[in-house]
């Protein structure tokens, strides 16, 4: 029903209570002791991520059409993604999670100053980062966390003075995407002890070519307003 119920509330323009029913549907994480409640907000991070990131895109959309498919996109994500346990469905979450919070940040905030968007990207690597290592057995969730906001704070914060967009991607995105699903993918195989040096050099290879032609293309006489 949630996803119905914001998808009323935008069609009526009430978006403070779309934002409030996404934010109310984790009470549960307040209905243990406290100390308990840093643990499961770590734990719903991720999802609350990307409805709130669902709730943008249906605030940016024009047609009733869209508000639909965003709501069926937003559907599928409760129904069958987001109650995954296991190390695939973790890794799904936390890449679709983070792609979905970081456009929405950049389609909402791409106009703002520069510092929310560096705050913003920092808050959403790292969030996505710890969802993602909590399918593995890792002893250093937050020093790896720490390290992926800090990457993705820092490459806002340069390429954040050319704030490029394909389409209603931004450039950063891209590069972001590109390097930390490579990342994940050598982390996972490396875990499973299936990493080969020919399939170590073959991940680097696509990341590399993927940033290249992002930056071949890129146009950087554009700057930021």
């Given at each position: 029903m949630i996803p119905i119920l914001v998808f009323i509330f935008v069609l009526n323009d009430f978006a403070l209570l779309a934002l409030a029913t996404i934010l109310l549907s984790k009470w549960r994480i307040f209905a243990v002791r406290p100390r308990y409640w840093l643990t499961n907000i770590r734990a719903n991070a991720i999802d609350i991520l990307f409805g709130v990131a669902m709730l943008v895109f249906m605030l940016q959309t024009d047609t009733t059409a869209w508000l639909l498919l965003w709501v069926v996109v937003y559907e599928a994500w409760i129904i069958f993604i987001k109650p995954g346990s296991s190390t695939w469905l973790i890794s799904l979450q936390a890449g679709l999670g983070q792609l979905a919070a970081l456009m929405?940040?950049?389609?909402?905030?791409?106009?703002?100053?520069?510092?929310?968007?560096?705050?913003?990207?920092?808050?959403?690597?790292?969030?996505?980062?710890?969802?993602?290592?909590?399918?593995?057995?890792?002893?250093?969730?937050?020093?790896?966390?720490?390290?992926?906001?800090?990457?993705?704070?820092?490459?806002?914060?340069?390429?954040?003075?050319?704030?490029?967009?394909?389409?209603?991607?931004?450039?950063?995105?891209?590069?972001?995407?590109?390097?930390?699903?490579?990342?994940?993918?050598?982390?996972?195989?490396?875990?499973?002890?299936?990493?080969?040096?020919?399939?170590?050099?073959?991940?680097?290879?696509i990341m590399a070519v993927i940033v290249a032609v992002v930056f071949l293309l890129s146009d950087w006489t554009i700057k930021q307003t």
């Open positions: 929405a940040l950049f389609t909402f905030y791409g106009d703002k100053p520069l510092y929310w968007l560096v705050l913003g990207s920092w808050f959403i690597c790292y969030i996505a980062a710890r969802h993602y290592l909590s399918g593995f057995d890792e002893g250093r969730v937050g020093l790896i966390a720490a390290c992926w906001g800090y990457f993705g704070g820092a490459l806002t914060w340069v390429l954040g003075h050319w704030l490029l967009f394909y389409a209603e991607v931004a450039q950063i995105i891209l590069i972001i995407s590109a390097i930390g699903y490579g990342l994940a993918a050598l982390y996972y195989f490396h875990d499973r002890d299936r990493l080969s040096s020919l399939l170590q050099r073959q991940f680097i290879f």
